[in-house]
T-cell receptor, first 115, second 115 residues
């Protein structure tokens, strides 16, 4: 079984500053995927970034990047140059891919952007 | 192209009533998932379809929950004899299932309130 833990229920950051959201996970599998999803008040989950466990290089998508520490089972999300539109719930999730595609989510971190 | 759509967006039911929640996945998407998101929590997996076959229903909380996807496209999640603990947002997601990792695209969810 997989578990995902987000220990920061709420975070806030000044607009244009950088913020890091934490996530730890546990799995007995060697091949898995990790994700960060954004859920704005409209409720529609949007994929922000993904990381394949077999890749050592940290994934980046524009202002979003991850710090993937496989041995520590840590997967944090860094948002640079925070914008008002980044305000949302952020969920960390894990999945195994083909044959077992369901996602396991953490409890989320509510991110507030201070103008 | 249209994304994943769900209807109704909001549903209020009296305890003991039956409800049916509909999901229209992205056209051509093979995989379809249902998740339940309680207030203040992350989504939790309910069930998974590959085309019309229900391959995993391990997350359904009780036999009052039933899901179907008879023609491999639209899916319906039915909850019989609703109880207050069924109050949650029900999210549907679909994916192509062409490669080992396939992004899940989420719908806006149906918020079910059981009085």
């Amino acid at each position: 079984a997989q578990t995902v833990t987000q220990s920061q229920p709420e975070m806030s950051v000044q607009e244009a500053e950088t913020v890091t959201l934490s996530c730890t996970y546990d799995t007995s599998e060697s091949d898995y995927y990790l994700f960060w999803y954004k859920q704005p008040p409209s409720r529609q989950m949007i994929l922000v970034i993904r990381q394949e466990a077999y890749k050592q290089q940290n994934a980046t998508e524009n202002r979003f990047s991850v710090n993937f520490q496989k041995a520590a089972k840590s997967f944090s999300l860094k948002i640079s140059d925070s914008q008002l539109g980044d305000a949302a719930m952020y969920f960390c999730a894990s999945g195994l891919g083909f044959g077992n595609e369901k996602l396991t989510f953490g409890t989320g971190t509510r991110l507030t952007i201070i103008p | 192209g249209a994304g994943v759509s769900q209807s109704p967006r909001y549903k209020v039911a009296k305890r003991g009533q039956d409800v049916a929640l509909r999901c229209d996945p992205i056209s051509g998407h093979v995989s379809l998932f249902w998740y339940q998101q309680a207030l203040g929590q992350g989504p939790e997996f309910l069930t998974y379809f590959q085309n019309e076959a229900q391959l995993d229903k391990s997350g359904l909380p009780s036999d009052r929950f039933f899901a179907e996807r008879p023609e491999g496209s639209v899916s319906t999640l039915k909850i019989q004899r609703t109880q207050q603990e069924d109050s949650a947002v029900y999210l549907c997601a679909s994916s192509l299932r062409l490669v080992k990792y396939n992004e899940q695209f989420f719908g806006p969810g149906t918020r079910l309130t059981v009085l």
